[in-house]
Nanobody, 127 residues
């Protein structure tokens, strides 16, 4: 079984920064990609960013230019560096992983692409 555990969430003022981490444990799985999604109260879970093990990163329009997704060399931890945070970034942030490969890169922006999910970490941005 694969476990994904997020950390790094918290309360920050608008304009501040946070770095989220997602650590994978359990059985080794052949990662194709890892992603970050977020869900605000009463809203759907939305794509934030994704990174493909073969190369390539993808961002939502709201994350472009402010957030950066990366991974450590061992590939066991994925990070989401969030800068210039806004109150509208307030949400529970979820890490996700998939073993499936998709020819169309846009596929990695969909929750349906991912096999494994973490429990989420709360990010609250105050104005």
């Amino acid at each position: 079984q694969v476990q994904l555990v997020e950390s790094g969430g918290g309360l920050v003022q608008a304009g501040g920064s946070l770095r989220l981490s997602c650590a994978a444990s359990g059985r080794t799985f052949s990662r194709s990609a890892m992603g970050w999604f977020r869900q605000a109260p009463g809203k759907e879970r939305d794509f934030v960013a994704a990174i493909r093990w073969g190369g390539g990163t993808y961002y939502s329009d709201s994350a472009t230019g402010r957030f950066t997704i990366s991974r450590d060399n061992a590939g066991n931890t994925v990070y989401l560096q969030m800068n210039s945070l806004k109150p509208e970034d307030t949400a529970v942030y979820y890490c996700a992983g998939t073993e499936k490969s998709y020819a169309v890169s846009r596929s990695y922006t969909s929750i349906l692409a991912y096999d494994y999910w973490g429990q989420g970490t709360q990010v609250t941005v105050s104005s």
